[in-house]
């Protein structure tokens, strides 16, 4: 299974960005998939997770600006985020292949390498 981010970049605070995640060999449609970030010096962090029947979750300080979604089918993932701020930035992976359970997702199998956003 590999997992393969993209849309990462530069943009100014109030900007936007959309980050996409392919999956390939994966087809765990069943299973929920998420985008965590981490910031240089912090711990990595939940940022919002899907479960396969559309149920979303996501982090308190990203409610009303990220919004995650599997637009292209369950081997994508979508992370919409408006209104960004300089405390956004950090690298933001793919996960997937998690078990969806009390309104959060668990236990990823599969990861991404990563992609960077930055916002100044």
């Known amino acids: 299974v590999q997992l393969v981010e993209s849309g990462g970049g530069s943009v100014q605070a109030g900007g936007s960005l959309r980050l996409s995640c392919a999956a390939s060999?994966?087809?765990?449609?069943?299973?929920?998939m998420g985008w965590f970030r981490q910031a240089p010096g912090k711990e990595r962090e939940g940022v919002a997770a899907?479960?396969?029947?559309?149920?979303?979750s996501s982090l308190e300080s990203v409610k009303g600006r990220f919004a995650i979604s599997q637009t292209g089918g369950p081997n994508t993932l979508d992370l919409q985020m408006n209104s960004l701020k300089p405390e956004d930035t950090a690298m933001y992976y793919c996960?997937?292949?998690?078990?969806?359970?009390?309104?959060?997702?668990?236990?990823?199998?599969?990861w991404g390498q990563g992609t960077q956003v930055t916002v100044s």
């Open positions: 060999g994966y087809t765990y449609s069943s299973y929920c």
């Open positions: 899907i479960d396969s029947d559309g149920a979303t």
């Open positions: 996960a997937a292949g998690g078990i969806w359970w009390q309104g959060r997702c668990h236990e990823y199998k599969y």
